[in-house]
């Protein structure tokens, strides 16, 4: 099986929303009239970012997710989206199965594949999505307020519980694992609640480095500074939830709400007066969302416990190059 062949069995489909999709030299997008559109890139490396021997099903989800949840950041509808493939060979099976993941989460979203480059070469996956905004609702990260709550969605943590299964430091029972495991595996973009928080949220991005170091661009963005609670934020660690009862210490907790990273949730801050607009739209979303500290005008970030006691710990984040 050549290129060709794959590109027309595997990613070649009818578009509706866009003008022209995959086969010509260029697709052609269309969105509606007077919205800006919002692009972003994401790669993820073999090695790197997932293991040689993931389930294709997961990669091709997990691959579109970390796009969709760029454009959830921004306030951003899904639209279209590229994909440059690297392969080591033109393996049907696997490629059947990573477009099956890729394109189910798609459709759930409305996003149509129209163009890409499929190469041989170690196996890399480059998407780049574009979605739609209305002039002046997308969320930034400059827009944080002294005053503001720190707000965020869903879980944190779970995730890197997972990798650190995989990486042999930790053990866990095996229902949890499994729980953590599809946190790090299928990741859910939160694109209907950053829709929901366009004219609320103040500033916002997506959690995938770690929350405590992806703040940090919504401090220097906005030039503030921020009071976190660990407690609060490692109250959302699933696997610290009684139910799950994966018996781990606060410390563990703390650590990997606050840089676990691979969490894809979103970050937000919001004006105290707009609490109950949050949480209404958290409810429309369908996504949980809780408080977890607030903008201060003192630069920098502190780190506090629940009763409002420095902790001492070191978070640091997710850097590639570190
Ligand atoms: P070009 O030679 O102009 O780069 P290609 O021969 O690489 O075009 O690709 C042919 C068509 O297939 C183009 O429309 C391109 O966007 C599309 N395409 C190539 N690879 C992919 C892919 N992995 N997913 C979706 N579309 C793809
Ligand atoms: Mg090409």
């Known amino acids: 099986m050549g290129e060709f062949d794959l590109i027309r069995r595997f990613f070649q489909r009818p578009v509706r929303r866009a003008a022209l999709g995959v086969g010509d030299d260029c697709a052609l997008l269309a969105p509606a009239p007077g919205m800006q559109l919002a692009v972003s890139s994401d790669m993820l490396v073999e090695g790197r970012h997932f293991f040689a021997d993931v389930d294709p099903r997961l990669l091709g989800h997990k691959s579109l997710a970390v796009n969709l949840s760029d454009l959830a950041a921004c306030g951003a509808r899904p639209l279209a989206f590229t994909l ?166 606060i410390d563990t907790l703390r650590l990997c709400a606050l840089s676990g990273g691979d969490d894809y949730e979103l970050a937000f801050t919001a004006p105290a007066a707009a609490r109950a607009a949050v949480e209404a739209a958290g409810r429309a979303a369908g996504t949980p969302v809780a408080r977890i500290g607030r903008i201060d005008a003192e630069p920098g970030l502190r780190i506090v416990d629940a009763a409002g006691a420095p902790v001492a710990q070191r978070f640091t984040s997710f850097d590639h190059f570190a």
């Open 84 to 249: 440059a493939l690297s392969l080591p060979r033109a393996d049907a099976a696997w490629t059947e199965a990573f477009a099956a993941g890729l394109l189910a989460l798609a459709d759930a979203h409305g996003c149509e594949l129209v163009g890409g480059d499929t190469t041989q070469g170690p196996l890399n996956i480059c998407i780049t999505v574009f979605g739609e905004v209305p002039p002046g609702a997308a969320l930034l990260r400059s827009g944080a307020r002294a005053g503001d709550d720190v707000w965020v969605s869903g879980t944190l943590g779970d995730a890197r519980l997972a990798l650190e299964v995989f990486r042999g430091t930790l053990t866990l029972p095996a229902a949890a694992f499994e729980l953590a495991r599809r946190r790090m595996e299928t990741p859910v973009p939160r694109v209907a609640l950053g829709l929901a928080l366009r004219g609320i949220a103040t500033a916002a991005l997506d959690v995938s480095d770690g929350l405590v170091g992806d703040l940090r661009h919504i401090l220097e963005a906005s030039g503030v500074g921020a009071t976190l609670d660990a407690d609060a934020a490692a109250a959302r660690v699933a696997l610290g939830t009684p139910d799950v009862d994966a018996g781990l210490d």
